[in-house]
């Protein structure tokens, strides 16, 4: 059963502290993108890859977040430093290649909590 | 820019009972897809029903079916004989033709089921 797995599911850290979250995406899908989703906002797309290269990140913050792809197994989203707002859940999905309609598989997300 | 509008933030529905959660989008785009996703309590997302923009037949999913209307730019979920388990938040979704395109989701719906 394929499914994008992320790590942690959750987690709490203090204000100032660096945070990194982790997304397998779905073996053979080359597109990845990264989702925050908060009450306030909704889900806001943060960045997505295509082949490992950045498309889009015009979404994040840079002066403290970060995504990265290592390989194509792994993407990293980091929060350097972390703050109170960014308390939400973050999504990581992936998609398949070859496709027109964009459909999109999502992990179960990363709840994180900054004190 | 597109935007996606779901006016309705809280629905209720009896169990068995049929509802239809609405859509309207914003697009100067001719061919795009538009999807519905739900999010159950576990945040889970996922896909319930797509709909490609060139296709006038409405898209349908055992009890889901939609009410795409282009000239209106409107996109409705029906549910029908409602179940406990169809309980979650929903979210549509629009993204522009060909190869992975930003998503635009709007803020979502949240469905209770009522035994």
């Known amino acids: 059963d394929a499914r994008v797995t992320q790590t942690p599911r959750h987690k709490v850290t203090e204000m100032g502290q660096e945070v990194t979250m982790r997304c397998q995406p779905i073996?053979?899908?080359?597109?990845v993108f990264w989702y925050r989703q908060t009450m306030m906002q909704g889900l806001e797309l943060l960045a997505y890859f295509r082949n490992r290269a950045p498309l889009d990140d015009s979404g994040m913050p840079k002066d403290r977040f970060s995504a990265e792809m290592p390989d194509a197994t792994l993407a990293t989203l980091k929060i350097q430093p972390s703050e109170p707002r960014d308390s939400a859940v973050y999504f990581c999905?992936?998609?398949?290649?070859?496709?027109?309609?964009?459909?999109?598989?999502f992990g179960p997300g990363t709840r994180l909590t900054v004190l | 820019a597109q935007t996606v509008t779901q006016s309705q933030p809280e629905m209720s529905v009896q169990e068995a009972e049929t509802v239809t959660l609405s859509c309207t989008y914003d697009?100067?785009?001719?061919?795009?897809?538009l999807f519905w996703y739900k999010q159950p309590p576990s945040r889970q997302m996922i896909l319930v029903i797509r709909q490609e923009a060139y296709k006038q037949q409405n898209a349908t999913e055992n009890r889901f079916s939609v009410n795409f209307q282009k000239a209106a730019k409107s996109f409705s979920l029906k549910i029908s004989d409602s179940q406990l388990g169809d309980a979650a938040m929903y979210f549509c979704a629009y993204t522009p033709w060909g190869g992975y395109q930003k998503v635009t989701f709007g803020t979502g719906t949240k469905l209770q089921v009522i035994p």
């Open positions: 999905a992936s998609g398949p290649p070859g496709q027109d309609y964009n459909e999109q598989f």
């Open positions: 073996l053979g899908h080359n597109t």
């Open positions: 697009t100067s785009e001719s061919d795009y897809y």
